[in-house]
């Protein structure tokens, strides 16, 4: 049996992502719709997400298996409401100039 796959383009492709089956956060290297059939008779084809984990080495999932990582606790990112700012996962309201 020759390797049969195709790969297949995701809106995650190179960003940081976690597998929410083992709980793993790395980068989305590639996504495959590849052909995992043992037998010439049939073909199973499943779409496999390949993620580069932080010790360089990749492991596969379910592509319906990853989601994209929370941003590190502490650290900001611009919230799309103003006057708002997003950190460790949650939105806060930054406090306005006040006169005492």
């Known amino acids: 049996m020759a390797d049969q796959h195709e790969y297949v383009p995701h809106r995650l492709l190179r960003c940081r992502v976690r597998d929410i089956a083992s709980g793993v956060e790395g980068e989305l290297m590639a996504v495959i719709n590849e052909n995992v059939s043992g ?6 084809w499943v779409k496999l997400a390949y993620i580069r984990g932080a010790s360089g080495r990749e492991f596969t999932t379910a592509v319906d298996n990853v ?3 929370p941003a590190p606790a502490g650290r900001r990112t611009p919230s799309r409401a103003k006057g708002m700012t997003a950190v460790g996962g949650s939105a806060i309201a930054e406090p306005k100039n006040q006169r005492a």
């Open 39 to 44: 037998s010439i008779a049939y073909e199973r």
């Open 67 to 69: 989601e994209p990582a």
